[in-house]
């Protein structure tokens, strides 16, 4: 039955026009976007994984900046501690000179006194931002290392503790010694070193042996601590990337398929419009059953 009131066929032609002319327009703005799931009712459920997944990778940024804060502290007390193994051992050499008899003791308090007072500076200014690991003062640290999200949504946070070697007390004679600051004296330092006479030297290579096992501790310590924390920024990086690549998996756009798609509905497109074209001009028809 023809109608001049209800023109069924323009009407399937306009629905149809409406359905190319949206999928149309959504990947276009895919095209634009490069993401398939750009917005919340594109895909409600891949949308709230993915804001998930990069509310991590934000943090993991922040974890990224605080190992990177962290390993830069630690390799400063490290290098110091190295640096003063070093020097013990080369006051080792004048100690084990100054026990004998036939030296100049004189002379060679004096070099170990300059040596005294250099390890006393590089204990002081073994500093990264304020942190010491080699002086009382500085303590401990916390380094961030990772934040943790459980099956239940839960999230922890993780450190590594780095502990302070306190050189301070160890080989500047401790409270007494920080007392003084930057203008701590040689006596202050390894007091129990003494190469003024023979008998001296001799009895100061023992304690000079427990402070180089101590230099030598702490330094391995730091070491292994600095290790430690370049892996474990190694392997944060590696789960940005890892996290990056999973939402770009879940909300990005097939380029080529977007490509091969906006063809195909252009054509649909202008096919649609043509079909309702035709479908509006058929109630004309009716007008010649009238002449």
């Not at 600095?226 to 909300?251: C, E, F, P």
Request: hydrophobic share 45%.
């Amino acid at each position: 039955m023809s109608s001049i009131l209800t023109n069924n066929s323009a009407m399937v032609a306009l629905q149809t026009l409406k359905s190319v002319n949206s999928n149309l327009a959504k990947t276009q703005d895919m095209i634009s976007t490069g993401k398939e799931v750009g917005k919340a009712k594109d895909n409600s459920a891949i949308w709230a994984i993915s804001k998930v997944m990069e509310s991590d990778v934000s943090g993991f940024k922040a974890v990224a900046k605080s190992l990177s804060l962290g390993e830069s502290t630690v390799a400063v007390a490290s290098a110091g501690a190295e640096q003063i193994t070093n020097l013990l051992n080369e006051m080792k050499e004048k100690v084990v000179a100054a026990t004998g008899d036939n030296v100049d003791h004189t002379k060679i308090t004096d070099d170990v006194n300059k040596l005294k007072e250099q390890i006393g500076s590089i204990i002081r200014g073994s500093q990264f931002n304020g942190t010491n690991l080699l002086d009382a003062a500085g303590a401990d640290i916390n380094v961030l290392s990772s934040i943790n999200r459980s099956a239940t949504n839960t999230v922890s946070n993780a450190n590594i503790v780095v502990a302070s070697e306190d050189f301070e007390t160890q080989l500047l004679g401790g409270a007494t010694a920080a007392a003084t600051g930057a203008t701590i004296g040689a006596a202050n330092i390894l007091g129990d070193i003494d190469v003024s006479s023979a008998a001296a030297a001799a009895t100061s290579l023992t304690a000079l042996e427990t402070h180089i096992q101590t230099a030598v501790d702490g330094a391995a310590a730091l070491g292994a601590s600095a290790k430690r924390i370049s892996d474990q920024n190694s392997y944060v990086g590696k789960v940005m990337d890892a996290m990056k690549s999973g939402i770009g998996a879940l909300v990005d756009a097939d380029m080529e398929e977007s490509s091969a798609r906006l063809q195909a509905l252009q054509v649909q497109q202008q096919l649609a419009t043509q079909s309702l074209s035709i479908a509006n001009q058929a109630p004309q028809a009716i007008l010649s059953l009238f002449r």
